[in-house]
């Protein structure tokens, strides 16, 4: 079948709707501008801000140990900054934002805990939130958990969140995202290539990752999730035998469940829009329908929309027409 190139699902429309064929601009933002740093309960916690008016909290993915940080929103942060008062923070361990202080941290309650925390620490009371691949979990955990704080929630490829589909392959987590063990910038290309499409890595986007992987702290969290997955692994053998995914998810899986459960009971009663790129190699566009059947059940004003030619980063990928979305959703 001949897709189109974006194609959206409304909560209210039962058929598929096609929207007309145009090409990316790639005219990308201009950079963000320099970082700063807050204390967050002991951890040291860098962002970028820009803009005024109404807040939005961006969330990127990634995991302990990995490159993925704050700056990989380059491309629509400044599309955003002109409509909103944004922040785009450095995850728990990721970028230049410290490492859990014990080994209880590594893992999604207290990267989850951060970002709220990032939040109250700012005075941030209202908020537009955000959230790719692993962050999408936390975006979507705290708009259950705290819906009187969340405006809208917007949400881009997550295997993390999506309800897990055994007909869909499942990737090895630690060994296809974290940064390489002696990286170079080969390495590194050979890392991304998994989860994206060449056409948008610009030389300022690849050496921001390089930097970030030559970074002792990473190597540490690398190292540490390593050891805790192998410790896990094997005092729980028999329920990595019954669930094989758990071997690289424990630090996240059951309050993956959990969320998902919340969603169900109708605990997430905020707008989302969820923005999928269709042909991402790590996240089947699949997991994105079943993700979107979940959330138009319980939230009227629900929204999925597809990229054609797309992969695991649409705002990277598509910046001026994923920034008029997630604008025209909120302001509309």
């Known amino acids: 079948m001949n897709l189109l190139r974006r194609v959206f699902l409304k909560h209210s ?5 096609v929207l007309p064929f145009f090409t990316s601009t790639k005219s990308y933002a201009a950079p963000m501008a320099s970082a700063k740093f807050v204390d967050v309960d002991g ?4 962002y970028f801000e820009g803009g005024s008016g109404e ?15 704050a700056d990989g929103w380059a491309n629509i942060f400044d599309h955003l900054a002109s ?16 490492n859990p202080q014990s080994d209880a941290d590594y893992t999604m309650e207290a990267v989850i805990r951060h970002v709220y925390r990032f939040m109250e620490t700012l005075g ?16 979507a955990r705290i708009a259950t958990d705290h819906p009187e704080m969340v405006e809208n929630l917007v949400l881009f490829n997550s295997n993390t969140l999506a309800p897990d589909d055994p007909t869909v392959p499942s990737r090895s987590t630690v060994t296809q995202t974290s940064a390489p063990r002696t990286p170079t910038k080969e390495s590194l290309l050979s890392s991304l290539s998994r989860t994206a499409y060449r056409d948008y890595w610009t030389d300022d ?32 053998s028999e329920k990595v035998k019954e669930t094989p995914r758990l071997e690289t998810r424990w630090w996240y899986y059951e309050l993956k469940r959990e969320t998902l459960s919340r969603i169900r009971a109708g605990r997430l009663t905020r ?15 699949t997991l994105g329908m079943s993700l979107y059947r979940i959330i138009s059940s319980v ?3 629900a929204r999925l929309h597809f990229f054609n030619q797309c992969g695991h980063s649409p705002y990277r990928e598509y910046p001026d027409e994923v920034s008029r979305l997630v604008v025209d959703f909120i302001k509309n």
């Open 13 to 17: 429309v039962a058929s598929l709707a």
């Open 43 to 46: 951890i040291r916690t860098s």
């Open 55 to 69: 807040a939005m909290v961006l969330i990127h993915g990634g995991h302990f140990g990995s490159t993925s940080s």
């Open 83 to 98: 409509h909103f008062h944004v922040y785009a923070l450095d995850k728990l361990g990721n970028g230049y934002t410290d």
């Open 124 to 139: 941030i009371e209202k908020v537009h939130l955000v959230g790719h691949s692993r962050g999408a979990l936390p975006a």
């Open 205 to 236: 986007y690849v050496e921001a990752r390089l930097r970030i992987a030559l970074l002792p702290k990473v190597k540490e969290a690398e190292e540490k999730l390593k050891l805790l997955t192998s410790r896990w692994v094997e005092l729980n």
């Open 271 to 285: 707008p989302t829009l969820i923005i999928w790129g269709l042909n991402d190699p790590s996240v089947h566009y």
């Open 299 to 301: 939230v009227d004003r």
